[in-house]
């Protein structure tokens, strides 16, 4: 992951899987950094970034929508996106956002319709 995000989305990432440092402790960008000097880990750079691969944030303002639209592309098998381990963040490759089929289901702005019950109580007074 240290080539593809930062020391903050790593953090972030391990403390999300619930893994701790050696010392059981959280995991911070300072931390992460400090794991990668010892092992002779190059950082991430954005500078080094060619956009052959976009984060769902980057995807999501290429396509015009936001990142629920792009989670729901991916669980639907529309859009490919890959993960280094499960539960990091997702890397999408910028030729796949180029598909028809991506961009026709990206567009669509249909709901699923939704019927009121006549004896449905709302949620809110209308006072």
Known sequence: MAGKWSDEHIA???NRMGLPTG???TWTAHRVSSVRRV???RAYSSAHKDGQWLTMSEAAT???VNNH???????DGILPAEQVV???PYQIRASDLLDPKVIDAAART???CRAVGENQIPMFSTT
């Open 12 to 14: 972030a990432t391990l």
């Open 23 to 25: 010392q059981a402790k």
């Open 39 to 41: 092992n002779d880990i």
């Open 62 to 64: 290429e396509l015009g």
């Open 69 to 75: 639209r792009i989670r729901r592309l991916i669980k």
């Open 86 to 88: 499960p539960r990091t």
């Open 110 to 112: 249909d709901r699923p």
